[in-house]
């Protein structure tokens, strides 16, 4: 796992639209998973300015999204879907049959998680997935106590992870579950990149860092994955001690 700290979101932002940049420019079809909440959101809008600077081309990318509520109506502002089409998939002109995003109003759970570890699969796995941390250590919707070996699964959210969600949403949402990508395709991903900005997350960042490699902790499998890229701002890398 390799650690970089930055000044600022901004540098933060800025060095991780370049790592995705530079995963598209050397593989034209790479296969990308992003994750939604607030620390990516000065990524995607970096990467947008600098894909039109430079004139990338996402046109035979594949992306899945890391995760979704379930029963939110997808249009819905706050949802995974609504939030990556309209900051990232749109504005990069990456198309529908570009994009394979989890179902959060689907009757049927395990069909769904079928139907997303299959596609997974068939495009020979991911290449970059960009992830934040909540502040109980998940990954997506990796609760504490996750199994490392999941696929893609349903997961009742903590009670942390509810009320920052309720963030998300212009109005009150009820949510209670999510669906999301599971620990064992994260660690399968070739490059995770985990993103973590401001002082809120200094001491989750340094237990998954620095701590034991638990389930308790769920991003600290990080720690095992060689793939592994921690982009930081100082903040957030406050209490590491190594
Ligand atoms: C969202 C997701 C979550 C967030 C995490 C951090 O798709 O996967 O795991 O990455 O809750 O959220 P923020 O970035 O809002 O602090």
């Known amino acids: ?48 300015e600098k894909a ?27 949802t995974c879907h609504q939030i990556l089409h309209e900051q990232l ?16 109003m689907t009757d049927d759970i395990s069909a769904e998680c079928r139907r997303m570890n299959e596609m997974i699969r068939q495009k020979g796995g991911i290449d970059l997935m960009l992830v934040g941390i909540g502040l109980n250590g998940h990954i997506g919707f990796n609760e504490p106590g996750c199994s490392p070996e999941l696929e893609a699964h ?26 999301t990508l599971g620990l064992a395709q994260v660690r399968a991903a070739r490059t995770v990149l985990l993103l973590a900005n401001g002082a809120g997350k200094a001491s989750i960042i340094q237990k998954a860092l620095e701590g034991p490699v638990t389930p308790e902790v769920p ?17 957030a890398a406050a209490q590491l001690t190594q």
Not at 55 to 77: N, T
């Open 154 to 179: 349903d997961q009742e959210l903590h009670e942390s992870t509810l009320a920052s969600g309720q963030h998300y949403f212009n109005e009150p949402t009820p949510i209670a579950k999510g669906l």
């Open 1 to 48: 796992m390799q650690r970089q700290i930055f000044d600022d979101y901004e540098s933060l932002s800025s060095a991780a639209a370049d790592l995705v940049l530079e995963t598209v420019r050397q593989n034209p079809g790479a296969v990308l998973c992003f994750a939604t909440g607030n620390t990516p959101v000065g990524t995607y809008r970096q990467l947008i």
């Open 52 to 78: 039109r600077a430079r004139q990338a081309d996402f046109s035979q990318c594949f992306c899945f999204g890391l995760d979704e509520w379930v029963g939110v109506p997808p249009e819905k502002s706050g």
């Open 89 to 104: 998939f749109k504005p990069l002109g990456i198309r529908g049959t570009q994009v394979h995003l989890f179902d959060g």
């Open 219 to 235: 991003a600290s499998h990080l720690q095992q994955h060689e793939g592994a890229v921690v982009m930081m701002d100082k903040a």
